[in-house]
């Protein structure tokens, strides 16, 4: 009997969905792939490709580019390539039932949590936040819900210490690649079979704007240490300084403690801008003022003494 590889068509869009991409091109037909418009970025505001649009055209794989997915007109284009398998890892947009019908092996979805924890868009920067030890991929079939389907294959991870949600993000990337690339197989011949989530343990990690950023200075240094790292490197947890946005891209919690000082109050601590919480200190090691390159604290502090002394503007959500 001959074996006909399935025809397989990828959704995705930032650089997460990038090792997936690679690796699913590297050992099956990918018919087409699926990615968000080309969006302006930088000071010049000028049209930017996905990373997974550069990769698939360098490839010679067909790309298409629908605003909105659920038109009858992007619907027909995904059907008109009469994939067997469609493959999601961070699109950006929700499937409707009119795309997850097309497929007769069903849509698989690469999600960067131990799923039913941190069903939604923001994942890392959730687990983050939370303080978790540990954190891990989800390979599921995706269904009407939001991230309810259920779970063909699942890998855990320690969270490191120090870890961003740019490192982390990082790593979960290539272990889904890589576990997906496990299990297909075995899928595709109809050996695995996707099982219900628990209905325990379901917790939300919804889409977070940048304004979320923002550093409350009132709350204890660890948690401003989780809140920075989940922040890192986009969009930047940020505070304000003589109305001007700075930006803290790496930190540390410290016991130390400023006499008299209030929440906010910034001074030294071996060379390095400290500021004042709601308990502990928080070093300031990685800083960026708007409009320029990022810099180490110490050096930082050294050109603009003034920062000494001042009172950073707390930043808490709602306001």
């Not at 939370?130 to 063909?152: C, Y």
């Not at 929440?263 to 071996?270: A, E, K, R, Y």
Request: glycine fraction near 10%; proline fraction near 9%.
């Amino acid at each position: 009997m001959c074996h006909v590889e399935p025809r397989i068509v990828f959704m995705g869009t930032p650089e997460f969905a990038l090792p997936t991409l690679e690796r699913l091109a590297s050992h099956y037909p990918l018919v087409g792939v699926v990615t968000q418009p080309d969006r302006p970025a930088g000071r010049g505001r000028r049209m930017v490709a996905s990373p997974v649009k550069e990769f698939a055209l360098a490839e010679g794989i067909p790309v298409f580019q629908p605003e909105r997915l659920r038109r009858v007109e992007a619907v027909e284009h995904v059907r008109a390539w009469a994939p067997d398998l469609i493959v999601v890892a961070a699109y950006g947009q929700i499937l409707r039932p009119s795309i997850l019908g097309i497929p007769r092996l069903g849509v698989l979805n690469v999600h960067a949590s131990l799923l039913p924890r941190w069903r939604g868009a923001a994942p890392v920067q959730a687990a983050l936040l939370a303080g978790d030890a540990v954190t891990g991929v989800t390979i599921m079939k995706l269904d009407e819900g939001m991230d309810t389907g259920p779970i063909m294959a699942k890998r855990e991870i320690p969270i490191l210490p120090g870890e961003t949600a740019g490192e982390l993000e990082a790593r979960l990337a290539e272990i889904g690649a890589q576990l997906l690339l496990e299990a297909l197989p075995d899928y595709i011949a109809g050996l695995i079979q996707p099982q219900p989530q628990p209905q325990e343990g379901v917790t939300l990690a919804p889409r977070i704007s940048t304004e979320a950023a923002g550093i409350d200075w009132t709350c204890p240094a660890v948690a401003l240490e989780r809140h920075v790292r989940a922040f890192a490197p986009a969009p930047g947890a940020f505070t304000t300084w003589n109305g001007t946005r700075l930006k803290v891209l790496r930190g540390e919690a410290v016991a130390c403690a400023e006499p008299a000082a209030c929440p906010g109050s910034v001074f030294l601590w071996q060379k390095f801008p400290a500021v004042m919480t709601g308990e502990g200190a928080f070093v300031l090691l990685q800083v960026q003022m708007a409009g320029k390159r990022p810099m180490n604290g110490d050096a930082f502090v050294r050109g603009r003494k003034d920062l000494l002394g001042a009172v950073l503007s707390s930043h808490r959500p709602g306001e």
